[in-house]
């Protein structure tokens, strides 16, 4: 990345569309304290990650931020139940607890009926569901979602996004979203184009 300014406000959904290669996927790990960056600054509610140590980025991954990556990335040995619990039970929360909130969002996505089956016991559009439900069950202030629906058709992409985008705004997280797809980003309060490197606000300047 050369030049990428970037900020995301409380609840605010933003998609960043760009070739194949144009570093999409490296702002977004950027972004989300996975990769760190070479120059310039990555801050979250004003603490830059800089200032941060390992375990402290680590803490706010885990307990902050949600993921949502193009084939769901679910464990197999878990139930669909157990894999959308994670994030809760990775924060601390006891299994009931956890384990009742994750039904909840699940119901809302409509796929509660879901529960108990592992995930290779799923469709496509369904581990995507629940995905969406993992990333969002710890109610983060930020998803991050690298092409969430690009393993799907264009139906269920379209079904999965919406469903997801407004589960997320129901509950205030923000969305950063990546993808190749401009009727994906076209569902965006703002888009923003990544071209070898370099990121350029569309539409309205921030
Ligand atoms: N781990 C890595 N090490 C070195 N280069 C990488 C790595 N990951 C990606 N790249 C390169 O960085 C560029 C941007 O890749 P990426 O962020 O994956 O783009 P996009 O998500 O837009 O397809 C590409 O040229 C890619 O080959
Ligand atoms: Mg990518």
Known sequence: MRDAHLSLARGEVVAIT???GSGKS???YCLAGVLPVARGQV???GRAFG???DEEISTLRRERFGFVFQY????????????TALPLRLAGVRKRPALKAAAEVLDRLGIAELRERRPS????????????????VHRPAVVFADEPTG?????NADAVLKEFLSLARSQGTAVLLVTH????????DRRCTMADGVLTLKGAAE
Do not use: K
Not at 73 to 83: A, G, K, V, Y
């Open 181 to 188: 797809d401009q009727t994906v980003a076209a569902q965006a």
């Open 43 to 45: 801050r979250f509610e």
């Open 151 to 155: 393993s799907l058709d264009s139906a």
């Open 72 to 83: 769901g990335e679910l464990l197999p040995e878990l139930t669909i139940e157990e894999n």
């Open 51 to 53: 200032d941060l140590g």
């Open 26 to 28: 490296s702002l977004l």
């Open 121 to 136: 016991q799923v469709s496509g559009g369904q581990s995507q569901r629940v995905a969406v439900a993992r990333a969002l």
């Open 18 to 20: 760009g070739a194949s």
